[in-house]
């Protein structure tokens, strides 16, 4: 990686990112993001399994030279890092994928209709096969959509919160598995319908939680939980293990 020194308005010798960046790690091209920032008291590196990506992140008057000798000496860190990042998963003809607990087969067949259908553990579609990984992100949101809505519906109805014009969204986020907007609109990633049951129902109570409790405080926890009848300790325990590789299904 090369960074550039800034002109007059940049200050004297600070480094800059010269625009996208790549790294060669563990055999691989990893994406390299360098920003500043004006809290920054050091240089650190974060690896991010979800996106793929190593972040450099520079105090305001950090040197080029500083940042790259730096990045130099943590090479080995970030190529055990990026080992650690899962493989893109297309939605190809064979290919294999989580589904509620289940692996689903995917399939296609020139034969068949363009809409997947589900039948066992196959999931079953026609059309151009070039479009067959679109068409099945698409059904996937669907079924989230579906699922998510449900799950609100049910636990928000069994915990005396009022589910009548509930608004609930899917989204493809990268940071957040929910979230709970001012106006009380839920919204969720699409890719809990990939994870089991139990975790995406667990996202849905902590973000109905919310509704009551704009915080993370003791007595949202003790409400997330009186909503879902259950510790949420088992599935944050498996989004911490699994998550990551969620956000690279149906990735070229």
Known sequence: MRLRRGGASAGRGRAEPSG??????????????????????????????????????????????????????????????????????????????????????????????????????????????????????????????????GDCEEIGARGGIETDGLRVTVRDTRRQWGSCAPDGRLSFSWRLILAPDFVRRSVAAHELAHLRHRHHGPTFHAEAERLLGASHAPADAWLRANGALLHWIGRQ
């Open 20 to 149: 996208p960046a790549t790294l060669r790690l563990a055999g691989r091209e990893v994406p390299l993001e360098v920003r500043r920032s004006a809290r920054a008291r050091r240089l650190t590196l974060t690896a991010d399994a979800s996106r793929g990506v190593i972040r450099l992140t520079l105090p305001p008057r950090a040197s080029a030279r500083t940042a790259e000798r730096f990045l130099t000496s943590r090479m080995d860190w970030l190529a055990e890092r990026a080992r650690r990042f899962p493989q893109p998963c297309p939605l190809v003809d064979g290919a294999r994928i989580p589904y509620r607990g289940k692996t689903l087969l995917c399939r296609w067949r020139a034969d068949a209709a363009r809409a997947p259908r589900l039948a066992e553990e196959t999931l079953t579609v026609g059309g151009p096969a070039e479009f067959m990984n679109d068409r099945i992100v698409r059904w996937l949101k669907r079924e989230a959509r579906a699922a998510l809505r």
